[in-house]
């Protein structure tokens, strides 16, 4: 899939007007996340000019995601994190402190797995200096914060699966924190195998420590984070046209239920 396949111009189903989106991020104390999210919701913007696009964080950086919800009164929203897979944050945090809020709330999927997402990454190793045509002995390391949780483990090994199929050479999962492997050990396993040529993907969407950490780990080329690649922004509005869309259809299929 290319971001072309993607219709992010069309109007979202909605009765009432349509519904805001927010875009929930994770928050950092590096200055370069807040700035390069706000740059993020600037091209979703300019995407679909007519939609109300708002941010909120999980912590660490205002606006917090209940101060967007509050001041969002009883309108109608989605949530769709700037997360890259289902962990905490996505599976409680959010709905949590959406349940408390007076707006009417839909929380959409993580970005990832899709295959926007390793649109992303693959422009990003290109600008690293990812060759067009990679010899045998190359190799991939995707670098993501990690999990205890392992639906969100999971969801990295199949964007690791998903990448690994757009460049045809071996890609391995590994982890900032809280899981294994890490970044030196993905590389010393692949190195083992005879690949000389390791790259680290950055799975992060913006600057900070656990994307700074990888990078200093990386034996040849590292990419940059995600931050405001076109495929990210595609990405956010093709969520959040998913959830309008679920929500529509079961409300249909209820409807039709005798």
Not at 53 to 61: C, F, K, S
Not at 175 to 186: I, R, W
Request: with cysteine; glycine share 6%; net charge positive.
């Amino acid at each position: 899939m290319t971001v072309t396949t993607v219709t992010s111009n069309r109007t979202a189903p909605a009765t009432g007007g349509t519904p805001a989106l927010v875009v929930v991020a994770h928050g950092s104390r590096d200055p370069r996340a807040l700035s390069t999210v706000r740059a993020l919701l600037d091209r979703v913007r300019a995407l679909r000019p007519a939609l109300p696009v708002h941010l909120g964080h999980v912590e660490l950086n205002e606006p917090l995601l209940p101060d967007t919800l509050a001041a969002l009164g009883d309108a109608a929203a989605v949530l769709v994190p700037l997360l890259l897979g289902r962990g905490y944050h996505v599976k409680r945090d959010i709905p949590e402190m959406a349940a408390l809020s007076p707006a009417r709330t839909r929380v959409a999927a993580p970005l990832g797995p899709h295959p926007l997402l390793v649109d992303a990454l693959h422009a990003r190793l290109t600008e690293a200096g990812w060759p067009t045509h990679p010899d045998p002995d190359h190799a991939v390391v995707l670098a993501s914060a990690g999990s205890r949780d392992p639906e969100s483990r999971a969801d990295t090994a199949r964007t690791a699966a998903l990448l690994a199929a757009r460049l045809g050479v071996p890609v391995v999962p590994a982890y900032a924190s809280a899981a294994t492997p890490t970044v030196p050990e993905a590389v010393r396993t692949l190195r083992a195998r005879g690949h000389r040529h390791v790259a680290v993907a950055s799975c992060f969407t913006a600057p900070g420590r656990f994307a700074t950490q990888c990078a200093t780990q990386a034996p040849w080329i590292t990419s940059a984070p995600l931050g405001t690649h076109p495929s990210m922004a595609h990405l956010l509005l093709h969520r959040y046209d998913e959830t309008l869309m679920t929500d529509g259809a079961m409300k249909r299929r209820a409807l039709a239920t005798p």
